[in-house]
């Protein structure tokens, strides 16, 4: 069992930026893949980026590329996802998740999500 620490949502004007952290502890050894995704009232679920924490190699969904950066620090067992030029349309409730597979996880534990508003 993963359990996980999300931190750093919050309500940022169109054009700021905001810095989500994602703490994970327990069976950490499990995770093969991890990644964020979101979800906004009325809307689907979105996987937003993942990476491999072994190689770091990274995925983006095409609405994120160029504005969001996932990575990790293993020796905190944390997970970022530094997010720029951020637009109103990225208001979403916003998840860790973890599992196994490589990059995009096949997800089995799941953070309790965090709020991020992007409002004028």
């Known amino acids: 069992q993963v359990e996980f620490v999300e931190s750093g949502g919050g309500l940022v004007r169109p054009g700021g930026s905001l810095r989500l952290s994602c703490a994970a502890s327990?069976?950490?050894?499990?995770?093969?893949?991890m990644g964020w995704h979101r979800q906004a009232p009325g809307k689907g679920h979105e996987g937003v980026s993942c990476l491999s924490p072994s190689d770091g190699s990274t995925y983006y969904a095409d609405s994120v590329k160029g504005r969001f950066t996932i990575s990790r620090d293993n020796a905190k067992n944390t997970m970022y996802l530094q997010m720029n030029s951020l637009k109103p349309e990225d208001t979403s409730l916003y998840y860790c998740a973890a599992g196994s597979g490589y990059v995009c996880p096949r997800v089995d534990s799941w953070g309790k999500g965090i709020q991020v508003t992007v409002s004028s």
């Open positions: 327990g069976s950490i050894f499990l995770i093969t893949a």
